[in-house]
C-alpha cells in the first residue's frame, strides 16, 4: 500500500496529455467557425450586422489570439528547453510562419465579411481561406503530437514537464484555460483533469480555475456555439460582457 502511494507519477497518455488536449480545443475552434462560415455561405444572404459584430470579435478577441499565444509557448518554452535536451525537427517550428500567414487571410477575409459592405460573395472568400488554413493547421498539429509528444516524454520527467506546463498556465489570461478545456465535457470532467493530469492544486482548482470555467461556459462559449447553431442574436457581446 506504501508502495503504491508512493509511485512516481507518470506521463499521460498521449491522448490526455495537454500538448494533445489544446490541439483538441484548436480542432474544435476551427471546426466551429468553418461550420460557421459554412452556414453563412449556404443562406445565400448577407450575414446579420449581430451575427457580423459577434464573429468579428470572438474571431480576433479568442481564435487568433489562442493560436498566438499557442504558438508561442511552444517556441518560447517548450522547444528551446526540448532543444535542449534532443534534436526537434526544425519544420515544427518553421511551419507555424506559413500557419500565422494563412490565420492573417483568414483574419483579413473575415474582417471584409463583417463591415457593412460585407455580402456572400465575402462570405465565400471567407469560408475559402478558412478550409485552406484549416487544411495546413490540423496536420501540423497532428505532427507535433506524433513526433513533439514522444521527444518530450522520453527526454523529461512528468515532473519536469509538468514544470513547462505551470509556465505556460501562469502566462495565460483567464479564459485561456477554459478554452484549452472547452473540448472536456461537464464541469466535474474538467476538474479531474486539471487535478490530475495538470497537476493543479485543490485549493488552486476551486478558488481559481472553477470560477474562470463557469465564467467562459456563461460568458464566451454561448457565443461560439450560437453562431454556429444561427441563434448568434441570442448570446451576450464579447465587447459588453462583465467582469
Not at 455561405?41 to 487568433?64: C, I, Q, R, V, W
Not at 465579411?113 to 498539429?141: F, N, Q
Not at 516524454?153 to 472547452?182: G, I, N, S, Y
Amino acid at each position: 500500500m506504501g508502495a503504491e502511494c508512493c509511485k512516481p507519477r507518470e506521463h499521460p497518455s498521449v491522448e490526455d496529455d495537454g500538448w494533445t488536449r489544446v490541439h483538441d480545443a484548436i480542432r474544435l475552434d476551427l471546426d466551429d467557425l468553418e461550420a460557421t462560415l459554412r452556414r453563412m455561405k449556404e443562406t445565400g444572404m448577407t450575414p446579420s450586422a449581430d451575427e457580423k459584430e459577434k464573429l468579428l470579435e470572438y474571431f480576433n478577441t479568442y481564435h487568433y489570439r489562442f493560436i498566438e499565444t499557442h504558438h508561442v509557448h511552444e517556441e518560447k518554452t517548450f522547444f528551446p528547453a526540448m532543444s535542449e535536451r534532443c534534436e526537434v525537427p526544425e519544420k515544427m517550428s518553421a511551419e507555424h510562419k506559413d500557419l500565422m500567414d494563412a490565420l492573417h487571410a483568414v483574419q483579413a477575409s473575415v474582417g471584409a465579411m463583417c463591415a457593412e459592405e460585407g455580402g456572400p460573395a465575402e462570405v465565400s472568400d471567407a469560408l475559402d481561406k478558412m478550409v485552406s488554413y484549416s487544411g495546413i493547421m490540423k496536420p501540423h498539429l497532428l505532427e507535433e503530437e506524433q513526433v513533439g509528444l514522444p521527444l518530450l516524454h522520453q527526454h523529461f520527467t512528468p515532473k519536469e514537464a509538468d514544470a513547462l506546463v505551470a509556465k505556460v498556465v501562469k502566462e495565460q489570461e483567464w479564459w485561456e484555460l477554459p478554452m484549452f478545456l472547452r473540448p472536456i465535457k461537464g464541469l466535474a470532467a474538467k476538474q479531474a483533469y486539471c487535478k490530475s493530469i495538470l497537476a493543479i492544486p485543490t485549493p488552486v482548482m476551486f478558488l481559481v480555475i472553477t470560477p474562470a470555467i463557469k465564467r467562459y461556459s456563461r460568458e464566451i462559449e454561448p457565443i461560439i456555439n450560437g453562431l454556429r447553431a444561427g441563434v448568434a442574436d441570442s448570446t451576450p457581446s464579447v465587447a459588453t460582457t462583465s467582469v
